[in-house]
C-alpha cells in the first residue's frame, strides 16, 4: 500500500496525495485601469467606480505598467498590496497566495481567483495557476472577504486578472523579445506578441496574444551527478472577440490557454543548493477555459450574463527505486452567472443576480510496487441568489451598504481502489453570507469606512482509505467535513492628498475563521485523515503611501502585520493553540522608486528599483517542519523609451537572495537521515529586453 511517506518525499506527489480523493495514495476590462485625470477605475463591486470611493481595501496595477517594469508573473508585483504574501512555487501547481493571513492547502481555493470575469477554484485543492503577466487590462486585488459578489472561496479577498478587451476602433500590434543569464545556471529567453484587428470597425474586432518562455534551471544534483536539473517553461495563448451588433448590447468570446512544463523538478532545493535526495517528480499543467459575456444597457441599468467553461489538468511522475509512480489531477468546473446592476448617479445603487457552477475532479494514483491502482472522482452542484445595495444619504457625504448571497452546493463522489468502488454520498453545504459597510467621504478624494464580511467554503469528503484506517488505530473522522467561514470586522481609509501628490491607504482588521479542514496522521500507518479544527484568528494592519514629489518620479511603499493565529490544540497533529497558520508571513513590506526623464519628443529614459520582504513562513501542522528564512528580493530596471520600441537592461533578485520562501520540509530519508527542503528565489538574473508597438485608428 502506498504511503504518504513515499508520496511527501515528491513534493509535488505530495501535495496531490494529502488532497481529498487521493490519499489512498468577464468582468473584461472596460476601459483603461486610470482616465487621464489620474483616478484609478475598478469594478470591485461589478459596476465601474473610482477606487478611492470604494469602501474596500484594494490594489489596482494596470497593465501598461506591468510591462513597463518587465513583471513576469503574478509573483512579480502581487506582494505590492499589503497583506498579500506570494511566492512561485516553482512547478506546475503554481503560485501560493495568501491574503491577511487565511492559507490552506486543503479545500476549495481560499482566496478567490478569477480570469476576466471567469471564476476558477481548485475544487477540494486550493490551485492558483501561474498568470504571465502581458497584455493585461489591469490586476485587482480585493483585501478582505467578497462572499456577496464574489461567492465562494473570497475569503480573504479576490485576485481579478483583467486581460485586454478586443478594441472595435484601433488596430494594434505589439511584440517583447528577452533574453538573460541566471548566476549558476543558464540562459533564459522568451518571446511575446499580440495583435488587435477591427474586422468592422465600431462592431467587430479580435485580438490575439501568445507567449513563451523557457527559463534554465540553477538547482544541481550532486548525488545523480546533474547540474542546472529545474528547466521550466511556459506557453499561453488567448483569444478575444467582441462583436457589438447594436448600439445597446456587446458580446465578447474569450479562449485562453496556458501550459507550463517541469520535467526536472521545481524550484525546491536544500540550503546548500541541491535537489532534494528523495524522489523529485516531473510536473506540467494545461489549463484550457473559455467564455462568453453579453451586456446589454437598459435605462438605468446594465444586464450582464457570463458563461465559462475551465479544464485543469496536472499531471506528475516519478521514478522511484520500486518502481513509477504516476499521479493525475484533472478538475473540470462550468459557471453561470446572470445579474443586473444600476447606472447612473442617482442615490440608490445596486446589483443582483444569480450563479450557477457545476465541476469534476478526477484523481488517479498508480504505483505498482506497493499495489495502489486509484481512481476518485468528486462532484459539486452549486447554486446562488445574491445582492448587494449602497445608498448615499440626502444631503450628507455619507454611504450605507448592505448585501447577501445565499449559496448552496451539492457534494457527491466515488473511489475505486483496485477496482472495488466505493460511493460516497458527501453532502449539501448552505450558507447565508451578508456584508455591511458604512463609508463617509468628508471630501471628493477621501473615504472613511467601516465593514463587516462573511466569507465561505464548502466541505469536502473524507478518502476512503483513512475512513477505514482510522477506527482500527484509534482516530475518529468524519466521513465528510463541514463548511468553513469567515467573518472580517475592518476600519480604514484612503486619500489623494496634496493635490494627488500623496495617496495614502490604511485599514485595521480583525477575522475570525471557523472550522478551517486540518490533517490529521493516522498512527502506525504512513497515512492522513481530514479533520476540522477549531479555527483561526488573525489581527492586522495595513498602510501604503505612494508619493509624486516632482514630475517623473513617484515614491512607493507598503507594509502590513498579519497575526495569524490557531485557537485551539489539534490532537494528534503539531498545531497547538497560539501556533502560526501555515504560510503565513507576520510582516510584509514593500517599496519602490520609479523616475522617467523626457530626454526629447522621441525619447525618454526611465529607471526602477524595488524591495520585496517577507518574515518566516511555518508550518505548525507538522511538528517536525522548520521555518523558513526572511526574504528580501530586490529588482532593478533601467531603459530608453523611444516612442515605438523600447530598449531595457533588467536585474531580478539583485542581491542574491537564496533563502528558504516557504517552511522547510522534513522527510526522514533513513534512521537519522534527513531530508531538508524549501521553495527559493531564481538566483540573480541580469538580462536585456526589447519591445514594439504600432497601433493606429481603424479605416
Not at 490557454?257 to 535526495?277: E, I, M, N, W, Y
Request: glycine share 10%; with cysteine.
Amino acid at each position: 500500500m502506498m504511503s504518504v511517506r513515499i508520496a511527501s518525499h515528491a513534493a509535488l506527489i505530495c501535495a496531490a496525495l494529502v488532497s481529498v480523493p487521493v490519499h489512498a495514495q468577464e468582468q473584461v476590462g472596460t476601459g483603461p485601469a486610470a482616465t487621464g485625470d489620474d483616478d484609478i477605475l475598478v469594478t470591485a463591486r461589478k459596476r465601474e467606480e473610482r477606487a478611492i470611493d470604494v469602501p474596500i481595501a484594494i490594489t489596482a496595477i494596470s497593465g501598461a505598467q506591468l510591462e513597463k517594469r518587465g513583471a513576469r508573473n503574478l509573483a512579480d508585483f502581487l506582494q505590492e498590496a499589503p497583506g498579500v504574501g506570494i511566492y512561485d512555487g516553482g512547478s506546475a501547481l503554481g503560485t501560493k497566495i495568501t491574503i491577511r493571513g487565511i492559507s490552506a492547502s486543503l479545500g476549495a481555493n481560499e482566496n478567490g481567483f478569477y480570469l476576466d470575469d471567469l471564476p476558477f477554484t481548485g475544487v477540494s485543492v486550493p490551485i492558483s495557476p501561474d498568470v504571465r503577466a502581458w497584455d493585461l487590462d489591469r490586476v485587482e486585488i480585493l483585501r478582505g472577504p467578497q462572499g456577496t459578489l464574489f461567492g465562494e472561496g473570497s475569503m480573504g479577498g479576490t485576485v481579478r486578472i483583467l486581460t485586454q478587451g478586443a478594441n472595435l476602433d484601433e488596430w494594434e500590434a505589439k511584440g517583447l523579445g528577452f533574453v538573460s543569464d541566471t548566476k549558476g545556471g543558464g540562459t533564459n529567453a522568451g518571446a511575446k506578441g499580440a495583435f488587435n484587428a477591427p474586422v468592422i470597425p465600431g462592431v467587430l474586432a479580435f485580438r490575439v496574444a501568445g507567449t513563451h518562455e523557457r527559463y534554465q534551471g540553477w538547482v544541481d544534483n550532486s548525488a545523480a551527478r546533474k547540474t542546472n536539473v529545474n528547466d521550466h517553461t511556459y506557453d499561453t495563448f488567448r483569444a478575444k472577440m467582441r462583436f457589438d451588433p447594436v448600439e445597446n448590447l456587446s458580446i465578447t468570446g474569450s479562449y485562453w490557454l496556458s501550459k507550463s512544463d517541469f520535467p526536472g523538478g521545481g524550484s525546491s532545493a536544500r540550503d546548500d543548493g541541491q535537489q532534494s535526495r528523495a524522489t523529485v517528480p516531473s510536473s506540467s499543467s494545461r489549463l484550457e477555459l473559455y467564455g462568453a459575456t453579453a451586456r446589454y444597457d437598459l435605462p438605468g441599468a446594465q444586464l450582464f450574463y457570463a458563461f465559462s467553461h475551465s479544464d485543469f489538468t496536472l499531471p506528475q511522475q516519478a521514478t522511484t527505486v520500486r518502481g513509477p509512480i504516476n499521479v493525475l489531477i484533472d478538475i473540470g468546473v462550468e459557471s453561470h452567472e446572470l445579474r443586473m446592476a444600476s447606472t447612473g448617479d442617482g442615490p440608490l445603487q445596486w446589483t443582483v443576480g444569480g450563479y450557477l457552477r457545476n465541476a469534476q475532479r478526477n484523481d488517479s494514483v498508480l504505483f505498482a510496487f506497493a499495489g495502489i491502482d486509484n481512481d476518485a472522482e468528486l462532484r459539486t452542484r452549486a447554486r446562488a441568489l445574491f445582492g448587494e445595495a449602497t445608498y448615499t444619504l440626502p444631503g450628507v457625504p455619507v454611504d450605507l451598504t448592505a448585501g447577501l448571497r445565499y449559496f448552496e452546493d451539492r457534494l457527491r463522489g466515488f473511489e475505486a481502489n483496485s477496482g472495488v468502488v466505493t460511493d460516497q454520498p458527501g453532502d449539501t453545504y448552505k450558507s447565508w453570507n451578508p456584508r455591511f459597510s458604512v463609508a463617509w467621504h468628508p471630501q471628493a478624494d477621501m473615504t472613511i469606512y467601516a465593514s463587516a464580511a462573511k466569507g465561505f467554503r464548502s466541505g469536502q469528503i473524507q478518502p476512503t482509505v483513512p475512513l477505514a484506517l482510522g477506527p482500527v488505530y484509534g482516530v475518529d473522522l468524519p466521513a465528510t467535513l463541514s463548511q468553513d467561514s469567515i467573518w472580517t470586522y475592518e476600519v480604514g481609509a484612503k486619500a489623494d492628498l496634496l493635490g494627488r501628490k500623496v495617496t495614502v491607504e490604511a485599514a485595521l482588521f480583525y477575522s475570525d475563521w471557523k472550522d478551517v479542514a486540518v490533517r490529521i496522521p493516522i498512527p502506525g500507518t504512513s497515512f492522513n485523515g481530514l479533520i476540522n479544527s477549531d479555527g483561526t484568528r488573525t489581527k492586522g494592519a495595513e498602510l501604503s503611501i505612494t508619493a509624486r514629489p516632482v514630475p517623473g518620479l513617484t515614491l512607493a511603499a507598503s507594509g502590513a502585520y498579519v497575526d495569524a493565529e490557531y485557537i485551539g490544540n489539534v490532537a494528534g497533529t503539531g498545531i497547538v493553540k497560539g501556533a502560526a497558520v501555515d504560510d503565513v508571513a507576520k510582516f510584509t513590506a514593500n517599496a519602490s522608486a520609479d523616475y522617467t526623464a523626457v530626454l526629447s519628443d522621441m525619447a525618454q529614459l526611465f529607471a526602477r528599483v524595488d524591495w520585496q520582504h517577507s518574515s518566516p513562513r511555518r508550518n505548525s501542522s507538522y511538528a517536525s517542519f522548520l521555518p523558513g528564512d526572511r526574504i528580501d528580493r530586490v529588482d532593478a530596471r533601467i531603459g530608453l523609451d523611444l516612442a515605438q520600441v523600447t530598449l531595457a537592461l533588467f536585474a531580478e533578485n539583485l542581491t542574491n537572495e537564496n533563502g528558504a520562501t516557504s517552511f522547510r520540509q522534513v522527510q526522514a530519508l533513513a534512521p537519522g537521515v534527513l531530508d531538508i527542503t524549501s521553495n527559493r528565489l531564481r538566483p540573480r538574473t541580469l538580462g536585456i529586453e526589447a519591445s514594439f508597438r504600432f497601433g493606429g485608428p481603424a479605416r
